[in-house]
T-cell receptor, first 114, second 115 residues
Framework: AQSVTQPDIHITVSEGASLELRCNYS??????LFWYVQSPGQGLQLLLK??????LVQGIKGFEAEFKRSQSSFNLRKPSVHWSDAAEYFC????????????FGSGTRLSIRP | KAGVTQTPRYLIKTRGQQVTLSCSPI?????VSWYQQTPGQGLQFLFE???????NKGNFPGRFSGRQFSNSRSEMNVSTLELGDSALYLC??????????????FGQGTRLTVV
């Protein structure tokens, strides 16, 4: 069955420290890959996406993610976090040709330590 | 350019009632998808509409239905509400130019509380 795994439920990092959020997927073929962010009570904002091409993807707010086919992973990184990055982060996948049907991971809640 | 607009933002209903939620996609977007978000189940795909036709469907009971109008606006309906239907319902729209897929843009959601 298709699935997305985010192994970390909650992560706390200090402001200015680096961040890596893990994501693994299980799919028959390489899907489209996304990272979304959600602030409390809000909708989802797309941080970045991978459809094809360069496996290192740059997104908004200084985030980047690397697609590793051999590990079925799409980890999100940021070199230096800001207090405003505190939110819930969702890794997501969609089948090629069906990008509108998105399967989400369970999310990772990010807290920032002053 | 206006984003995805969902109305209403908040709704309180009683068990057994029905409810209709509305979603206006980004201008030019023809695909509209609906998702349910709960603390226990996370984000789950409900269904997708494209050019007024349901194109994909998730694993939800028949009490959950939707439709899309000729201007791409979409509504979802939940009949015979249950306490477990309390959730944030998110709508997303995408351009979807045939084989060239694009990303989905989400609205702020409608928070439904069933009492």
């Amino acid at each position: 069955a298709q699935s997305v795994t985010q192994p970390d439920i909650h992560i706390t990092v200090s402001e200015g420290a680096s961040l890596e959020l893990r994501c693994n997927y299980s799919y028959g073929a390489t899907p489209y890959l996304f990272w979304y962010v959600q602030s409390p009570g809000q909708g989802l904002q797309l941080l970045l996406k991978y459809f094809s091409g360069d496996t290192l993807v740059q997104g908004i707010k200084g985030f980047e993610a690397e697609f590793k086919r051999s590990q079925s992973s799409f980890n999100l990184r940021k070199p230096s976090v800001h207090w405003s990055d505190a939110a819930e982060y969702f890794c997501a996948v969609a089948l090629r040709g069906s990008a509108s049907k998105i399967i989400f991971g369970s999310g990772t809640r990010l807290s920032i330590r002053p | 350019k206006a984003g995805v607009t969902q109305t209403p933002r908040y709704l309180i209903k009683t068990r057994g009632q029905q409810v209709t939620l509305s979603c206006s996609p980004i201008s030019g977007h023809r695909s509209v998808s609906w998702y349910q978000q709960t603390p226990g189940q996370g984000l789950q795909f409900l269904f997708e509409y494209f050019s007024e036709t349901q194109r994909n469907k998730g694993n939800f009971p028949g009490r959950f239905s939707g439709r899309q109008f000729s201007n791409s606006r979409s509504e979802m309906n939940v009949s015979t509400l249950e306490l477990g239907d309390s959730a944030l319902y998110l709508c997303a729209s995408s351009l979807d130019r045939g084989t060239q897929n694009t990303e989905a843009f989400f609205g702020q959601g409608t928070r439904l509380t069933v009492v």
